[in-house]
């Protein structure tokens, strides 16, 4: 048993416009849907991660909203586009919590369902002194996301300028997300994180793949460790038919590649606070650029520098700047 979040637990906000209700949009903010995992991080800061069968001391703990879909909903958000959320939560404090704070970053959270007597996922995150971070993850109410639900918002989808896939949701509703919004002319985004072991051959029918290292290595069976490896393995996933690939390099920056050309965005200099969620807030700022303009290499700096500011706060949505400081990011970096 399921039900819409907005539209049976509580009223949306005045200030979030429903696409399915015809409501007008500036005609500079783009339309972005993003489809994918909602969790709640339960972050614990210590000065070393532990080995196996190690128990360490940690200093901090925190309950953070993310998820990557409701992450990358947030990054797009903040650099003022229109976001609609698709995905599931459960019937549960995590959940409702979520959610009001989704709605306060400013996306739409009206196409979120509600699996009752399922949890919501969780992630469980480390984060060492140095800011790198180990992840487990509890998908919960995540992978009852299904093709049924992306029928019944179709419609959300149909009026998308851009959608965002990712896959903590299933892969057969992934696809047809992918598909759906292929029938609507709509672009599509995949970011295919966490990376399956056996991954669908359509996803690479997605306008744009936007992975980190690792996700390009383990899709492309090649090594993708520093700018010149990273363009032999994006290379490897375009003969695979992805019509653009984008490889996130963490301290390298970031490589676009397309059949005719390859372009290397430098890394932007900044402190590096806590990595969570970095990767999310570069395909929802790379989401938004792009439903701009449609140039990938624009799209691929300002991704990049939202990016890198982000690794100067703690936390993944806490963390993601708003458009003003991307903005003036790349202003000083002119």
Same mark, same amino acid.
């Given at each position: 048993?399921?039900?819409y979040?907005?539209?049976?637990?509580?009223?949306?906000?005045?200030?979030?416009?429903?696409?399915?209700?015809?409501?007008?949009?500036?005609?500079?903010?783009?339309?972005?849907?993003?489809?994918?995992?909602?969790?709640?991080?339960?972050?614990?800061?210590?000065?070393?991660?532990p080995?196996?069968?190690?128990?360490?001391?940690?200093?901090?703990?925190?309950?953070?909203?993310?998820?990557?879909?409701?992450?990358?909903?947030?990054?797009?958000?903040?650099?003022?586009?229109?976001?609609?959320?698709?995905?599931?939560?459960?019937?549960?404090d995590?959940?409702?919590?979520l959610?009001?704070?989704?709605?306060a970053?400013?996306?739409?959270?009206?196409?979120?369902?509600?699996?009752?007597?399922?949890s919501?996922?969780?992630?469980?995150?480390? *984060? &060492?002194?140095? @800011?790198?971070?180990?992840?487990?993850?509890?998908?919960? %109410?995540?992978?009852?996301?299904?093709?049924? #639900? =992306?029928?019944?918002?179709?419609?959300?989808?149909?009026?998308?300028?851009?959608?965002?896939?990712?896959?903590?949701?299933?892969?057969?509703?992934?696809?047809?997300?992918?598909?759906?919004?292929?029938?609507?002319?709509?672009?599509?985004?995949?970011?295919?994180?966490?990376?399956?072991?056996?991954?669908?051959?359509?996803?690479?029918?997605?306008?744009?793949?936007?992975?980190?290292?690792?996700?390009?290595?383990?899709?492309?069976?090649?090594?993708?460790?520093?700018?010149?490896?990273?363009?032999?393995?994006?290379?490897?996933?375009?003969?695979?038919?992805?019509?653009?690939?984008?490889?996130?390099?963490?301290?390298?920056?970031?490589?676009?590649?397309?059949?005719?050309?390859?372009?290397?965005?430098?890394?932007?200099?900044?402190?590096? *606070? &806590?990595?969570? @969620?970095?990767?999310?807030?570069?395909?929802?700022?790379? %989401?938004?650029?792009?439903?701009?303009?449609? #140039? =990938?290499?624009?799209?691929?700096?300002?991704?990049?520098?939202?990016?890198?500011?982000?690794?100067?706060?703690?936390?993944?949505?806490?963390?993601?700047?708003?458009?003003?400081?991307?903005?003036?990011?790349?202003?000083?970096?002119c």
């Amino acid at each position: 048993m399921s039900h819409y979040f907005g539209l049976v637990t509580m009223q949306e906000s005045d200030k979030n416009t429903d696409l399915s209700s015809g409501a007008s949009t500036p005609p500079d903010m783009p339309r972005i849907v993003v489809v994918g995992g909602i969790n709640m991080d339960l972050v614990v800061r210590t000065q070393a991660m532990p080995a196996p069968g190690q128990t360490v001391t940690g200093h901090s703990f925190s309950t953070i909203p993310g998820g990557r879909g409701a992450n990358q909903a947030v990054a797009a958000a903040r650099c003022d586009a229109e976001v609609n959320l698709i995905g599931r939560i459960g019937s549960d404090d995590f959940g409702n919590r979520l959610v009001l704070g989704l709605r306060a970053c400013g996306v739409n959270t009206s196409p979120i369902l509600v699996s009752e007597a399922v949890s919501t996922g969780a992630s469980i995150i480390i *984060v &060492d002194e140095n @800011g790198d971070n180990a992840v487990c993850n509890t998908p919960g %109410a995540n992978v009852l996301l299904s093709t049924e #639900d =992306i029928d019944d918002l179709a419609e959300i989808i149909s009026q998308a300028d851009v959608v965002l896939i990712q896959l903590e949701i299933p892969q057969e509703t992934a696809v047809y997300a992918l598909q759906v919004a292929q029938r609507h002319n709509v672009p599509v985004i995949l970011n295919p994180a966490p990376a399956p072991e056996d991954i669908s051959p359509v996803f690479f029918e997605a306008d744009i793949i936007v992975a980190n290292q690792d996700e390009t290595s383990r899709l492309s069976g090649e090594p993708a460790h520093d700018v010149h490896a990273a363009k032999m393995a994006g290379s490897a996933l375009l003969a695979r038919g992805a019509r653009v690939v984008i490889v996130t390099l963490g301290r390298r920056g970031a490589l676009a590649l397309t059949p005719e050309q390859m372009h290397h965005t430098p890394p932007f200099s900044t402190k590096v *606070v &806590d990595i969570t @969620g970095v990767g999310d807030t570069f395909c929802g700022a790379f %989401a938004a650029a792009y439903a701009r303009d449609k #140039d =990938i290499y624009h799209a691929t700096r300002f991704a990049a520098a939202a990016g890198a500011l982000a690794c100067g706060k703690f936390g993944a949505q806490p963390s993601m700047p708003r458009l003003c400081a991307i903005q003036k990011l790349l202003q000083r970096s002119c």
